[in-house]
Structures are given as structure tokens and as C-alpha cells.
């Protein structure tokens, strides 16, 4: 493995999220908080970080797959641990675990958090905490490449190691061009959303922030109550429709603004799926809640539309305690968890495309059992799936439960119940943020163990790049030269 370059790469990165916290200081300014210091000692000491580690002579700039996995998986954890500096120095979390903790959850966009009264914290600080979710949501590796793309020669094999899905493509030649379209269409569909906000009476930067994190599926709420504390229909619609937007594969509205046409999108089989998912389970706890929990079906249909959307495209945004709702809607949005937002979308999960590779491979097996000469390749919008890219998808559901069980079965050592085990793991790893339990829609994770809030933001970074990434760096022969 070519470590100078890895290394040079992660300071390259730092000195962007040095970057990124400079916004927090004029917020600062304006409201009159006394962050400012806190927030220059961060930029300050991220920075000189990040120029030490681009000192060191590169000779060979060639960034292959053990590189871009190394860069990939260090650059989230050196960010992360960045990002909990202004948390840790203003003192709203004066404890490291916490700090990072609520850093990892904001550029993962899981959206958990251990701040028990968030409308206290200083206005720079949420901002900041908000823009984690922006930059982690299309990928804080994606916007380095779109703003330097002279890190390396290869930079494809970072791209394959941040982005969501079983199989990643370029959508122009160069690499920096395809971040640059990512990026933009992020940007125009955020100020989309914010102008809409404000169009309703939301506030400027309540607007902002809560475009931050929907755009990013990260959830982190301003609110102790979340979106409910507005009790407005026409915010809970407008972040519903972009939520749903976000979980979207991005590429295809490149293609729709390229062709002008929308019919990509319905000639997309994960899309329709995503939608079919999305209407199936919006109705079916409509009519279980309804007469259970609201006495009128408009208001049952408002919280099951606002609260599926939130939890398929894994934001974690909520309207209500839905934890009191029937075990069966809760059920529902338990497996919502699982299933998560399309591929090359800001959302997690194991996403759609997923889903429906593994059933059509379940079937394809079983018919060769009745049919043992027949051959029948799997096909996603008319194309043949390659054998590589099937195998990959059984080995991530694979990994993804034993992962799972086994992080399940270390909360259950910390004295949890299995309801909050099990929920605080699959939000984790799914980078939803509120389970059930402990950890439900109107509590925080803040009351866990220090070797909780460790190995679930461990989750949260698996979670986020979808564990092959992460897992690749354990094996012997990724550091060999």
C-alpha cells in the first residue's frame, strides 16, 4: 500500500473540514455567541494537522483499491474526530466519547444524538452540526474530489468506496466532473428546499438547517420535539417530498435534466420499487393507527406519511412519539430500517437495489432446483447483472446481520433491554438515529454507556461505508505493498 499517499490524501481532507467550520464563525458574530474561540482553536489545530500530513513527498500518486479503501475509511474517522473539537471546546459535550459520538452521527447522517436539550446550544454550533449532515450525506471524500481533482491519479476507487450501492459509476469521463454534478444537483435541490421553508414562515436559519439535514437524511432536529415542535402541515409536507427526494438515486436527475424528459425515473426498477414500498407502508399504518392513536384518518395519514418517509430514506426527522404506536406500525418501521433509501442517494440502509437482487437471486436458485440446466441471468432495467456484483450482494446481507448480531449481543451486555438493544443497533448501522426503547423518537442516546456510544458510532461509519470498505482493511494482504 502506497501509506504517503494515503496520508498525504487525509491531510488534503482535513484541511477541507477546517474549511468547512469557518461559516460557524460569522453565525457566531452575528447572534452574539461567545464560540468564536472554540471554533478558531478548531480550525487552528484540524488545519496545522492537516499541513503535516501533506508534507511528506509523493512519488507515486496512483490511488488504487487499497488505497482508496485506507483513504476512505481514515478520512471518515480523522473527520469525525475533527468535528467533535468544536463540540468538545465550547463544552456543550465536554466529554470526548460524547463529542465524537455526535460528530460521527452527523457526517454518517445517522442523526443520534446524546445533547439532551438541543435549544440551548449556541445557533453556530447547530449550524455546524447541521452542515456534518449536509457534507456527510453526498460524501465529504466526493466534495474533495470535486474541489481538488489532482488528488491522485485513480480517484475512481475513492468514489467506489464512499458511495452507496453495489456497483458505482461515472456519470461524465473524469472523475471530478461526476463530483462536481453530484454536488451541484445536492446544491440546487438544498436551496430548493430552503426557499420553500421560508416561503411558509420558517425562519431563515431553522430554513437552512433543517434543508441540512434533510437533504443529508440525517435527522439532527433543532427542536427537542423535533419537526412536530412546529406543528405546521405545510413543513412536515415540504420536508416529507425532499426526504423522499434525497433517497433518490442522484444520477437519475442528471439524466432527467440532460434528456429533459422524467422518464428515467419510472423506467428505473429501484424507483418504482422505492415508491411502491413507500405507498404500501404509508397505508397500511394509516388504518393501524387510525382509532388507535388519532381519532381522525387525515391525522393518521399526516404522521404515517412524514414518519415512513423519515425512516425509509434513514433521516430520523419525527412528528410524533411513534414509539406509542401498535406493535405492528412499529414492526413496519423496524424493517424500514433495514431496507433504506435507493443506491447513490444520500440515505442508508441496505438499500433497495439490494432487496431486490437478493429475492431475484432466491428465486433463480429455486427454479434451478426445478430446472438444473436452465440459465437465467438476473437483469436490473433490462441489463444482465454480472455474477461479481450478485456475490457482492449476498456477502453484504451476509455481513450486515452478522455485524449486527453481534454488536445486538454487546448492548445486551451493557444491561439494555432487547427492544433498545436491538432498535439502537439497527438505527446505527442503518444511520437512522431513533430506535425504540431507551433510544426512542423523544429520548436521546446520551444516557449510554461509554463503550455503547463507542461501538455504535463504530456502526454508524459501517453503516455508512456499507462495511466492505471498512472490512477489507482487516485482511493481511491490503498492506502489502
Not at 474549511?19 to 468564536?36: F, K, N, Q, S, W
Not at 488504487?64 to 471518515?76: D, L, P
Request: glycine share 8%; proline share 4%; charged share 10%.
Amino acid at each position: 500500500m502506497n501509506l504517503i499517499m494515503v496520508v498525504r490524501v487525509l491531510g488534503i481532507l482535513l484541511l477541507c473540514d477546517a474549511a468547512a467550520m469557518l461559516p460557524a464563525i460569522p453565525i457566531a458574530r452575528v447572534y452574539g455567541e461567545d464560540t468564536i474561540p472554540a471554533f478558531l482553536l478548531s480550525v487552528l489545530i484540524t488545519a496545522v494537522t492537516g499541513i503535516l500530513l501533506c508534507l511528506p513527498r509523493v512519488r507515486d500518486n496512483v490511488i488504487r483499491y487499497k488505497e482508496g479503501f485506507a483513504i476512505v475509511t481514515f478520512g471518515w474517522l480523522l473527520v469525525s474526530a475533527a468535528g467533535a473539537l468544536p463540540f468538545l471546546f465550547t463544552g456543550v459535550l465536554p466529554s470526548f466519547v460524547d463529542a465524537f459520538f455526535e460528530s460521527v452521527s452527523g457526517f454518517s447522517t445517522t442523526g443520534a444524538t446524546v445533547i439532551t436539550n438541543v435549544e440551548i446550544v449556541p445557533y453556530s454550533l447547530l449550524f455546524w452540526r447541521s452542515l456534518t449532515h449536509w457534507l456527510g450525506g453526498m460524501g465529504i471524500l466526493v466534495l474533495a474530489l470535486a474541489v481538488l481533482p489532482a488528488l491522485g491519479i485513480g480517484t475512481f476507487q475513492i468514489l467506489k468506496a464512499e458511495s452507496p450501492g453495489p456497483v458505482s459509476a461515472k456519470l461524465t469521463p473524469r472523475v471530478s466532473g461526476t463530483a462536481k454534478i453530484l454536488y451541484s444537483t445536492y446544491l440546487v435541490i438544498t436551496l430548493v428546499q430552503i426557499m420553500l421553508l421560508k416561503a411558509g414562515g420558517m425562519p431563515w436559519f431553522d430554513s437552512v438547517v433543517n434543508s441540512f439535514a434533510t437533504l443529508g437524511t440525517g435527522g439532527y432536529a433543532i427542536k427537542n420535539a423535533s419537526i412536530g415542535a412546529y406543528n405546521n402541515v405545510y413543513f412536515e409536507i415540504v420536508i416529507a417530498v425532499f426526504m423522499i427526494l434525497a433517497g433518490v438515486n442522484f444520477s437519475l436527475y442528471y439524466l432527467a435534466v440532460r434528456k429533459k424528459s422524467l422518464s428515467d425515473f419510472f423506467h428505473d426498477t429501484e424507483f418504482r420499487i422505492y415508491l411502491i414500498i413507500i405507498i404500501a407502508y404509508i397505508l397500511l399504518i394509516t388504518l393501524n393507527i387510525y382509532g388507535h392513536n388519532y381519532s381522525s384518518l387525515a391525522e393518521s395519514l399526516r404522521h404515517a406519511s412524514f414518519q415512513v418517509a423519515s425512516i425509509i430514506t434513514t433521516t430520523g426527522f419525527a412528528t410524533t412519539n411513534f414509539d406509542r404506536w401498535p406493535d405492528f406500525s412499529r414492526a413496519l418501521l423496524l424493517t424500514l430500517m433495514f431496507i433504506g433509501a435507493c443506491a447513490g442517494s444520500t440515505g442508508g440502509g441496505m438499500k433497495v437495489i439490494r432487496i431486490y437482487l437478493l429475492f431475484k437471486y432466491i428465486r433463480r436458485e429455486v427454479n434451478s432446483l426445478i430446472h438444473p440446466r436452465a440459465v437465467k441471468a438476473i437483469k436490473v432495467n433490462n441489463i444482465p447483472m454480472q455474477e461479481s456484483v450478485l456475490t457482492n450482494v449476498a456477502g453484504f446481507f451476509v455481513l450486515y446481520f452478522i455485524i449486527f448480531v453481534i454488536a445486538t449481543l454487546l448492548m445486551l451486555t451493557q444491561k439494555y433491554d432487547m427492544i433498545t438493544s436491538f432498535s439502537a443497533v439497527a438505527a446505527s448501522l442503518g444511520n437512522i438515529g431513533p430506535g425504540l426503547g431507551l433510544v426512542g423518537p423523544s429520548t436521546t442516546f446520551a444516557g449510554l454507556t461509554a463503550f455503547s456510544k463507542i461501538l455504535l458510532s463504530f456502526c454508524m461509519i459501517l453503516g455508512r461505508l456499507e462495511i466492505y470498505t471498512v472490512i477489507a482493511l482487516l485482511f493481511p494482504q491490503t498492506w502489502k505493498r
